[in-house]
């Protein structure tokens, strides 16, 4: 197809096409004139992805730059690829001094072993869990995980990981795991504030 048959079926700008070509996001068609190119049902799946990096994970075009190496680096194995977008998806976390960061950190830790998750020891998520466990505690907040870690296992178990599809495509891989984890996340966290109002109606009722 054309630039602008993949203009129309994609939904992208063909200046924006233009521009994710130029910043190499976009694998070049294949030339067949000296100004037209050719394209494929792999740049309609690459423009999925990177509107999936962008629009709905809101990443900047550095950290997808580095998400599309991944995709096309076929000697990284696949749940590299996946780690690599999504570590990509969480907050940059700086370690804070004292104890209490170290305390909240070890913590979080434990808590890993005695689940069993595989989880890399260099995991952004670690540090995102230790701040949020010691910002809990700076608060006076209750911290008790154990209906959260189980609502999270059963729903990537059983629900959210069953719509990545590994053995296709890697970067419809990418975007599945993108999709899913953003907007699953987001579909969870509306569902907890509406059942938070219904509890508050029934109880205060």
């Known amino acids: 197809m054309r630039i602008s048959e993949l203009s129309a079926e994609s939904g992208v700008a063909i200046p924006t096409i233009k521009y994710y070509l130029r910043e190499g ?53 696949i749940h590299e690829m996946l780690g690599i977008a999504h570590y990509a998806l969480g907050p940059a976390v700086e370690p804070e001094p004292g104890e209490d960061w170290r305390l909240a950190r070890a913590e979080v830790d434990r808590l890993l072993d005695g689940l069993g998750w595989d989880v890399s020891a260099h995991a952004p998520t670690r540090d995102e869990l230790a701040q949020t ?13 154990a209906p959260y870690v189980e ?55």
């Open 133 to 145: 466990l010691l910002k809990m505690r700076q608060l006076g907040m209750a911290v008790d995980l």
């Open 25 to 77: 996001l976009l694998h070049q068609g294949e030339q067949t004139a000296a100004t037209r190119a050719e394209y494929d049902d792999s740049h309609l799946r690459r423009l999925r992805l990177i509107r999936a990096l962008l629009e709905v994970g809101r990443l900047p075009v550095a950290s997808i730059k580095k998400v599309i190496a991944a995709v096309e680096d076929e000697d990284l194995p």
């Open 151 to 205: 609502a999270a296992r059963t729903l990537v178990a059983e629900v959210e990981m069953d719509t990545v599809p590994f053995h296709g495509p890697r970067d419809a891989a990418v975007e599945a795991l993108v999709l899913g984890t953003v907007l699953y996340g987001r579909a969870l966290d509306v569902l907890r504030r509406m059942a938070q109002e219904s509890e508050s109606a029934r109880r205060l009722a």
